[in-house]
């Protein structure tokens, strides 16, 4: 598990099976390049005085955009050949949280849980409710062909032929699916947040929820603890709530970040079946990025700017 001091703002991209034999030079440099620019787009925000919250959107949306990733363009497809995205937001210094699941227009999901948060009394609106209040928010929306990729949609003929339900991280098909994305922030009032947004589940039936837009589940922040982004097979982190796991096991049970995220993510997790992996960041800076698969696209950078991007689990 990867252990940093110094850090001020790091994401994720997914946790899976990345296999080292399916990743061209080309895609590997795309990736790390990817992640490197995310991590630069948050960090300017920080850098010009900006709050946590608003790093973490920074970051998030250029990854949104990448095809790269399975996050608005590029989201993986329902079992009807649909995308339906969710996102989160969640503020260390107050608690507050924002979020949206399956909406399907949206072109910066995330900018949508954070509306959610802002603008109404509610913490997640769903399905097309929530895209009614996008539309009337006045976000940018895309045309149902952006979001869709060719590679995705032989993903979904494959699992569809193979008769394969929604892929999990180790599942067959799985090099394919990776890609949920995440951001975790420290600024400089020493404030957190943490942000999510995926497509969820390959092949996931219609209506189907993960663990990304559910608070506690899979994103989670306080100041006291810390701020957690998680991905993977997100029916077992809204089980055994992994995100606020990770913040309770400091709050109450005196851990550290390591600890904590050890004792969540790399015991509780797989106890229970589940796998994948998480970011998570204290407010004085330390950092983790623990994970059960063989690799995790992922990032961090520190207040100088210095970028790390890591891909491989056995990457140093
Ligand atoms: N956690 C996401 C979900 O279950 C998927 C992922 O992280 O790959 O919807």
């Known amino acids: 598990m990867e252990v940093r001091d110094g850090v001020v703002l790091a994401i994720h991209g997914g946790a899976g099976t990345i296999l080292r034999e399916r990743m061209t030079p080309e895609l590997d440099r795309e990736y790390r390049t990817a992640l ?8 300017q925000v920080l850098a010009a005085g900006g709050r946590a919250e608003e790093a973490v959107v920074a970051a998030i949306r250029p990854l949104e955009d990448s095809p790269l ?12 050949g649909a995308v339906e995205l969710d996102a989160s937001i969640m503020l260390g210094s107050s608690g507050m949280a924002g979020a949206v699941a399956g909406v399907t227009r949206v072109r910066h999901p995330i900018e949508a849980a954070v509306r959610v948060m802002t603008e109404t009394e509610h ?4 399905g097309p409710g929530a895209d009614r209040f996008i539309a009337q928010q006045g976000l940018e ?31 067959p ?22 942000g999510t947004s995926t ?3 390959a092949r996931k039936a219609w209506g189907r929820v993960g663990d990304s ?13 810390c701020a957690v982004s998680c991905t993977g097979h997100g029916e077992f982190f809204i089980r055994k709530a992994i995100a606020h796991q990770i913040h309770a096991r400091m709050l109450h049970g005196g851990a550290g970040i390591e600890e904590a995220a050890r004792g969540a993510v790399l015991e509780d997790l797989p106890d229970g079946g589940g796998s994948g992996g998480c970011v998570a960041l204290d407010a004085r800076g330390r950092f ?18 210095q970028v790390t991007v890591r891909i491989h689990g056995d990457e140093r």
């Open 69 to 80: 990733f399975n996050a608005g363009r590029g989201a993986v497809l329902n079992d009807d």
């Open 288 to 305: 983790v990025a623990p994970f059960t698969t063989p690799g995790m696209y992922r990032g961090w950078i520190d207040a100088r700017g």
């Open 199 to 201: 497509g969820g589940m």
């Open 213 to 225: 837009p559910v608070i506690g589940a899979g994103t989670w922040a306080a100041d006291e603890t």
């Open 173 to 194: 098909g799985s090099g394919h699916k990776f890609g949920t994305v995440g951001c975790v922030a420290l600024d400089i009032a020493g404030h957190l947040a943490a």
């Open 123 to 126: 913490v997640l609106l769903a």
């Open 36 to 43: 490197a620019g995310a991590l630069l787009a948050g960090h």
């Open 141 to 171: 929306l895309a045309e149902p062909e952006w979001f869709v990729s060719p590679h995705r949609e032989l993903q979904l003929r494959q699992l569809q032929a193979e008769d394969v339900s929604q892929v999990a991280p180790e599942g």
